[in-house]
Structures are given as C-alpha cells and as structure tokens.
C-alpha cells in the first residue's frame, strides 16, 4: 500500500538518500532509452539499466520505495529492489467478464459457518491458505502479519477456555439473572464448540510495530488495515479450498491468547478464524446482502 | 464476524428478546426432534421447525443474532432471519489441495502496478468486482461499505488535483529545497498519474455508522476491519479479471474528496484503487515475500 503522508515525515533522510542515487543515475544520459517488453518477456532483468531509467520517469521516487521492507538507510545496499518487468498476459474482455463473474459467483457462496466438523483437513490445505493471506499488499511492503495455526487439541482447549471464561462473565453480567435462567432450557450460550471441534484454528496477528537492525522499534503504518485485508485473501482462499470458517474478533481474550501462544508483544490478536468442513445439515441464518446498487455508487 | 463483547453491551434488550422467543420455542417440546439434511438437500425450509429446533441447540442465540442487519426491536418481524441449510458440496481432499494450491499460484502473481493503461475496462468486469466484495462477512452483518466507482474523467482530474495538491504540500514541506531541487531531472514526484489514466478508480469508504429506523445513530463496530477484509475479496477479484491496481490510503485527503464525492458525513474515505490494465512494459520493484515459515506458526 501506498501511505501517501506518514511515510515522508519518518522516512524523508531515507528517501533523501535514495532520489540523490536516483536523480545521479539520471544524470549519467539513460532517460531516453526505451524499452521493448516484448524482446525482455519472462526475463528477470535486474542490471537492465533501462529498465531502471524508463523506471524512474514513469514513477516517482517516493512511490517506488514506499514498499521497501526496512527503513534503515543500511537496507538500500542489501536489497535488491530494482524494477523488474511486470509479468502478464492481458485476457481478452470476455474472459475478465467470465472469469470476475465466475469468482464472484463461488465467493457468493461463502457463508459464516459455526458447525464445523471435526474432520480431519490436509495441512498442505491450510498452508496454502495462509501463503494466499500472505500475497496481500501491505503498508510500506512491511508484511506485518503472524498467523498462528493450532491443530493441537490441549491447545484448543486451552484457547477455549479462555474465551468461554470471558464470554461467560460478559454473558452474566450483562444479561441479568432472569435471561439467564430464561436461556437455561438452550444451554450455556456462551459455549463455543467449534473451538475445539473444528481440526484447524487460525489466529491472526497483526504486528504493531517491527525492528530496525540496530533494535529500534519501526513503526508499522496502517498494520491493522494491512492484516485486514490480507484476512480478506486468506478467507477467499478458505472459500476456494472448499472449507468453512466463522471470522471472530475475540478482542478482550487477547492479551491471554498472546501469552498462551508464546507470542511477543509487539503482536496482537486481531482475528480467530475456527477452519474446517461444515457439519452435515449444518444451518445458517437466512440473511439476504445488500444488492449492488445498494453498496456502488457510479460516477460515469 | 462475531463481536463477542460490544455485540452485547448495545443489544442487550434485542438479545433479550430473542433469547426470550427462542427459550418459548424450545419449551414447546422441539428439542428432540432430529433433522436429516440429504432429504431437503437445496430446498430454502424457512418454516421447517425442525431445523430451528437443532439450531437453537447447537448454537447459542447470541452468536445466532450476531448478524442480524439492524438492531432495532421491529427489525425482527421484518426481518426473515430463520436458519436455513448451508448448501455445501464437500470437495475431497485432492480437490481442496489442488484448488487451494491453483488460488494462491493466481493471487501469488498479484503485484502493486502503477503504470495503468487509458485502455478501457467493461462496465460489468467492474460491477462484478464489487459484487465480489460485497460478500465480505462484516460485524453483526453491517456491510458497512461504500464503493464509489469513477470513471467520468473530469471527476478523475478533481480528485487527481486534491491529491497531488495534499502530497505537493507535504512533499514540499518535508524535503527541503536541496532534495527538491535534486529531484528536477525525475519531475514532479508528488504527480499521480494513474488517477487520471486509469479508466476506473474505485474509492472505498467505511460507514462508521448507520441510522436506526427511528433516526439514531447506529454503531457499526469493527467497521474499519470488516472494510477493510471486504477490500481484501475486492482485490482478490480484480486479479482474478486479469486487472491491476495500487492500494493507496489517502488519509488526509479523504474529506475533500468526500465532499467532492457528494457522500454523507457518516462515510470515511478509507482506500482508494485506481484499477485497469497495466501498460506495456510495465515494470514493479524487485521485492520478494516473506517464506511460509516466516508468516506461519504451527502449533501440532
């Protein structure tokens, strides 16, 4: 993602640095060479100059490092984020049309299921749901998410635990005695099976800040809108694997999750998603989405 | 998704009558009656006691209402919120591997471009688009988003303007005269052409709240997260089409365009995508992703 303010106020020595290299590679004659894509297709060239210069004209500077990984000015000599050829084939206008339209049609299918059979599911399944969340774009290229997976079933109940004991003083405290009795015939409602009963749970974690080399934090801008989005992938993938999942923010069980999971400080929780196959004659609520009009505004 | 603890804080007297409802219908003796899924396999049984007996029994109600569109009380008359079968075909596990594995192969080809071509793109590819994003799950069912999508290009160049206004201040301010000046020979860094070349540009805002019926506010929580993981399916969808964009976050710049936009003040400019194809010969920075073992902790 591009951050179009922050990134000048705590980069601007970094991005100092790298428009001098940049307007000094410019100086050296290479603006007006061309390039033909055609002649370079599949081709990785790094050390093609002209790449570079054409590079440079069509793109600012600072949009060009706004998806370095690291800030330090140290990381510009070992990194190699020279431009390379974008790789792609344009589809003819009837197949985006069919493709968009057949995506949409299987994402359409998508709905939050919470029961969720305790049959197994392949780990090759889960990770490649977890390498699709990881294709998302993030702020600055700082790819600021942990996605801890637990198939280990001491482990789901220990997560269980944790937030049926939260729920169930939410659940009391809130609701009063007289809905509480009232629901007593329905069981406990703030029992969550598919904690435990579902094979896999993904917990994803968004990294609020990372480190430079020399220790310092390094801010992470926009974490929360880049593991997000990146959630959005991974459950597009959840969907295409032919799996179910219910998205949760078990917000206050946090800090406990964290801690159980041995997980630093710098991570929190944002996101359980409980991962499985529906149960058999699994139900949901017949909720309708908005239709088009209600969620697009055109300006034509 | 499930908001597991403000969920309850403002529903409290909604919960309550469901919860009151649903303990009435289970008292009516249902609670044994079992449900055989194969029989009424893709028939919508919305009167089916049955399955509204095995709901309530497996699941707890306020996971049940978590998303339920609107809170008010009269919502519930209105409203056809009874459970229906998950329709669901079962992949076997060969299929859930070679599909999980063809999706990420797609969206591990995804990259940010910002050289977007002025070709044009089919009005129905972009609806598709956000239709597909609009099958995000969202908190309590909200579908808190707004997608304004442009592609009149006089409206283009006004935002073009706002923008590049904001980021020439900033840039200006920022960098000092040296780095300025340096920067000649590149052009002006702060100009954003793909804001005017690309045929579409989709501006993503989050609904931060919506209104009762009777007028007041309505919290959306977690709207930020649920647009931002609908943006996530968007994005999906636009690769999937063969289409490229840049995901850009012009925070700052975000009540101009609002007002420019005609857009309520209960809407915030969150993501903004210009969408298109790439040029020829586009080019991207050399940056890897992270490996699975970085993104993924397992816990078996």
Redesign the interface.
């Known amino acids: ?5 922050p990134f ?2 705590s980069h ?1 020595r970094t ?2 640095l790298i ?2 290299s ?2 000094a590679g ?2 050296l004659g290479q ?1 007006n060479q061309t ?3 055609a002649a370079n297709k599949s081709q ?1 060239v ?1 050390t093609n100059s002209s ?1 570079k210069a ?11 490092i706004n ?3 690291d800030d330090d000015e140290q990381s510009l000599e070992d990194q ?12 003819s ?1 009837a ?3 069919r ?6 049609r299987r ?9 969720i059979s305790s049959d197994p ?5 889960i ?11 993030s ?1 600055a ?1 700082t ?1 600021p ?8 079933l001491e ?1 789901k109940q220990q997560i269980r635990q944790i ?1 049926e004991a ?2 169930e003083i ?2 009391k405290q ?2 009063g005695d007289v ?1 509480v009795q ?2 007593q ?9 598919y904690l435990t009963e579902a094979p896999w749970l993904i917990l994803i974690f968004k990294q609020v800040h990372g480190f430079k080399r020399n220790g310092q934090k390094k801010i992470h801008y ?1 974490n ?2 880049s593991v ?10 959840i969907q ?5 999942t ?8 946090g800090p406990s999750i964290r801690v159980l ?1 041995g ?1 630093p400080v710098n991570e929190k929780l ?2 359980l998603l409980p991962v499985g ?2 149960k ?8 309708k ?2 239709p ?1 009009h209600d ?6």
Request: proline share 4%.
């Open positions: 993602m591009e951050n179009y303010v000048l106020v601007w991005v100092g428009s001098v940049i307007a410019v100086a603006l390039h033909e894509r990785r790094h790449i054409k590079q440079v004209k069509r793109e600012s500077a600072i949009e060009q998806e370095i990984e190699d984020v020279l431009p390379i050829l974008f790789q792609y084939e344009k589809p206008e197949d985006s049309i493709r968009s339209e057949e995506f949409y994402m359409n299918q998508r709905r939050s299921v919470r029961e599911v392949a780990l090759e399944v990770e490649n749901i977890i390498k699709t969340g990881g294709t998302s774009p702020g290229h790819e998410w942990t996605f801890v997976v637990v198939s280990n482990m937030i939260e729920e939410n659940y809130r609701m809905w009232d629901l015939p329905v069981g406990t409602t703030w029992v969550k099976e926009y929360e809108i997000s989005i990146a959630t959005g992938f991974l459950l597009a993938a295409e694997a032919g799996l179910v219910v998205t949760t923010t078990p917000l206050n069980c999971l997980r944002l996101l196959y529906p058999v004659g699994a139900t949901v609520p017949d909720f989405r908005k088009l969620i697009m505004v055109h300006y034509q």
